[in-house]
């Protein structure tokens, strides 16, 4: 590249992302962002500056080879980018939509220091989505390697480590104790943000691979993991964090104050916001969310859409602290969200069902030795403020049904110990992955995990070679 065209590439504009305006889509759960067309991701693509030494990868948790697909989408050879992307990324039309990428190849990319990112995530996404509407996504059926594998848990890391195993031509069933496959990718993360016919897809693909699912079921109840290893060769274990934690202060089990996991699987696996539901969930007119994750995100403006009349976000740090997705915030202040920083809430007040909130002042403190300012109570601040509906978001723990299983360890904050590298667990033939190995992270980090105890369980099955050179690549760079 010339310094000239390199100069002008660097002036150029990020290309925002085509999104529905906040007033309307907070009336709906139709998806806020609409997509790049063809000629914008060119543009964007085209303000790439091919860097000898991309940075970018070094962000991504995956190493997604993001100079290369993105040239590919400069060029209009989207099917070419969808490829590269595939390689190392099974789930990108999801993490497209729902990673981080201003903490991970944007917050590396070049172009940042100079102006804006390039916008690797919205272009990850149109090349999925490009992918998927037409239907360039078959991939043909490894012959079948004669071992069987049971998958418990269909979040992004069992979704991850099924396709790979299927793809080496194991016979792979996903044991899921909901209804729905896909984890928090139905359960926790609203329609608007993560279409379920996205997630669908994906598990759509899967069972053209010759992926089983079978829902509805709860492995630790009737059936142990010892029971699956009687009739399958290896177990991977990918159950998730899906605890949720409470603030432990008085008042909390007033009806009315819920955890965010409690309210949104409600809302987005049972339709509870509408008034035809079985069991309708109450939102009333005040909604307090507590927690400043993706999580109190996603709950506060599913209150709006629920039709709460104020929705707000009650964080005990500042904005700048917030774990939420700065693209999060964004869209929920247009939507009409509220926050107020340096505030937590110390005990709920009402008859039977909340009706007032308790909140004292913080303020910070002097950065620790992490260089994190923490937050300590300004004695005598209390503040009451009236609500309806209190909505509990300040993380989850490790799902405890399988830590009694014999062999496994478990550490005290319920994680299960694995060697990093393949996943496998204390127990022979069982291996975990995901959020029940590192407790509440992000998609991408399950995702990965899924693929490389996928590489784990296939050099555990001693089967080799089995599969194409394509797929081996790829299992080689998830490890
Ligand atoms: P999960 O997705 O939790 O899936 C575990 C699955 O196992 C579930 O389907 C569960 O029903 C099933 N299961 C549990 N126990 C059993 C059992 N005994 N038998 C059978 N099945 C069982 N990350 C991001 O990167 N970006 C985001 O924007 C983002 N937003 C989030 C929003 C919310 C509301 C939440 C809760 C999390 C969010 N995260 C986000 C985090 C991310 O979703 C998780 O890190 C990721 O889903 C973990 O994947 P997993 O496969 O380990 O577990
Ligand atoms: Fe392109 Fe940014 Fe990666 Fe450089 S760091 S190759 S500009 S995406």
Known sequence: MTDTTRRERMKMPRTPMPER??????????????????QLAILEATRCLQCARPVCVDGCPVGVRIGDFVAAVAEGRFDEAARIVGEDNSLPAICGRVCPQENQCEGACVMGRRSSPIAIGHLE???????????DESEPRAAPSGRSVAIVGS????????ADLAGLGHDVIVYEALHEPGGVLVYGIPEYRLPKAVV?????????????????????RAESIDDLLDRHDAVFIGIGAGLPRFLGVPGESLVGVQSANEFLTRVNLMGANRSDAETPVFVGRRVAVIGGGNTALDAVRTALRAGAESATVYYRRTEDEMPARVEEIRHAREEGVHFEFLLNPVGFEGKSRVEKMRLVRMRQTEPGEDGRRGVEPIEGSDVHVPVDTVVVAVGNAPNP???NTPGLTVTRMGTIVTDEESGLTDKPGVFAGGDIVTGGATVILAMGAGRRAAAGIDEFLGSGGTTDGNVDRRM????
Do not use: K, Q
């Open 125 to 135: 996404r149109f090349v999925a989505d490009r992918a998927r509407s037409n239907g």
């Open 155 to 162: 979040g992004p890391a069992g979704l991850a480590c099924a």
């Open 200 to 220: 669908a897809a994906e598990v759509g693909r899967l069972e053209r691979l010759g992926v089983t699912f079978e829902l509805n079921a709860p492995i630790g």
């Open 476 to 479: 080689r760079r998830a490890t």
């Open 21 to 38: 305006d906040g007033r309307l889509r907070a009336l709906d759960f139709d998806e806020v962002n609409l997509g790049y067309t063809d």
């Open 401 to 403: 049904m399988l830590a």
